[in-house]
């Protein structure tokens, strides 16, 4: 089992005009908009646990770096591979189903387990849903042959200022075992364009940051068309010794929908160039529904997908009523009882050394009041996880969150 069918292009035309009141009701509406009911021809059959797979689903570019000796370079691949998923994570929906749709909302506790094979050898994930006041997915990416893992937690904040603003609140940590070395990975904040022409996308806005515990920082700026030039989902970065900005040693330019190309910056000659239509995405294996356990998530929303991919709203709205009704007694039941949601795999701390650490080279905020702390994988309780994750699609996974063979 791969991915889910197709669900559909932008707004059709019979629908029109209920998508002119929505996006009027979400102008005046106040807090938090994902919270919002959107409209059933909007809204899509995956949840957005699963956007934690978009890391890596070009495997032998994420592996890369650890086969690098130098540092520099290593930081260079390291930037090469982040700037790689941007695609993946914020393009591949509209450019598949027609326009960005709005994911199903993850409840507590719902995981989304898979692997990638291929040349670089085995990846694998592990994703969870670890809170949902504010909502909060954590997961973890990790190949055992090459000895690299990405970690990670985000939560999104969107808000309407003439678009729909999305803030991304969290990071990820990028870990190459044989240097013993940390790469600090902050989020881009988006926006959604075309809501008015009913053909929603993504547009990166802002900035983000890669720091390296090896001493170096990369800075991504993205820019996207504007009213007289440029071109949408343009970007410009630079890698350079920490603290020297003006002293870069790559810079690289493109779209994160396109070609990018990355060169030395003294002697401005192409180091590299990356085209996502050259290098294909490996396809991310799952175990079959019957196979899932009863938290995963395509398991659990299968009736809701099911309803959407039909067309059928009276039964996706019965059949999401279903799922969130049943959260809600399990949350009075644990309060009346005095305990909380055991997480699976990912335990909470207060703080984390290591991003204090490198985020304090960027003035990055911890932001831990707004994803309810900090959020690590906790390889103790993979180890005892139950029942063993699968058979057929993603494997056991041991004490060092390692697949077993």
Not at 57 to 81: C, G, Q, T, Y
Request: glycine share 6%; proline share 5%.
């Amino acid at each position: 089992m791969t991915s889910n069918a197709k669900e559909g292009a932008a707004v059709p035309p019979q629908a029109r005009g209920s998508w002119s009141s929505f996006l009027k009701s979400i102008a005046s509406f106040n807090g938090d908009l994902s919270s919002m009911t959107a409209p059933p021809f909007i809204l899509s059959t995956t949840s957005l646990v699963e956007f934690s797979s978009y890391w890596a689903e070009h495997p032998s570019v994420f592996v890369a770096p650890a086969a690098e000796k130098d540092p520099a370079k290593r930081a260079m691949l390291v930037l090469r591979w982040f700037l790689s998923t941007l695609k993946q994570q914020y393009a591949s929906r509209s450019e598949k189903l027609g326009s960005e749709k709005k994911p199903l909302n993850p409840f507590l506790g719902e995981l989304f387990l898979g692997k990638w094979e291929d040349d670089a050898g085995t990846t694998q994930l592990v994703s969870e849903q670890v809170s949902h006041h504010p909502p909060v997915t954590a997961y973890s990416i990790w190949n055992a042959k090459a000895g690299i893992r990405l970690q990670g937690y985000n939560a999104q904040k969107a808000s309407f200022s003439r678009t729909i603003n999305i803030k991304q609140i969290g990071h990820a940590v990028l870990h190459i075992d044989e240097y013993d070395e940390d790469y600090l990975i902050t989020l881009p904040a988006l926006f959604i364009e075309s809501l008015i022409s009913g053909s929603p996308y993504v547009e990166l806005s802002r900035c983000s940051y890669i720091q390296s515990s090896s001493g170096y920082t990369a800075k991504v700026d993205y820019s996207g068309k504007g009213w007289l030039s440029g071109k949408k989902n343009s970007f410009s970065a630079v890698l350079y010794p920490e603290g020297k900005e003006k002293e870069p040693l790559y810079t690289v330019d493109g779209q994160w929908t396109d070609k990018f190309t990355i060169k030395d910056a003294k002697g401005k000659t192409v180091v590299d160039q990356y085209d996502p239509s050259v290098t294909k995405t490996t396809p991310l294996t799952v175990a079959s529904l019957e196979e899932q356990d009863e938290l995963e998530s395509r398991r659990a929303w299968s009736k809701v997908a099911d309803a959407i991919i039909k067309g059928d709203m009276d039964t996706t709205s019965n059949e999401k009523s279903i799922i969130e009704n049943a959260q809600r007694e399990l949350r009075k039941k644990e309060k009346e009882e005095g305990r909380e949601w055991e997480r699976r795999f990912f335990s909470r701390a207060d703080t984390s050394a290591l991003f204090e650490k490198l985020a304090g080279k960027l003035g990055e905020p911890l932001n831990d009041s707004l994803t309810n702390g900090v959020w690590a994988f906790d390889a103790e309780k993979a180890s005892q996880a139950k029942p063993p994750f699968h058979k057929d699609g993603a494997a056991a996974i041991n004490g060092d969150g390692v697949a077993k063979e």
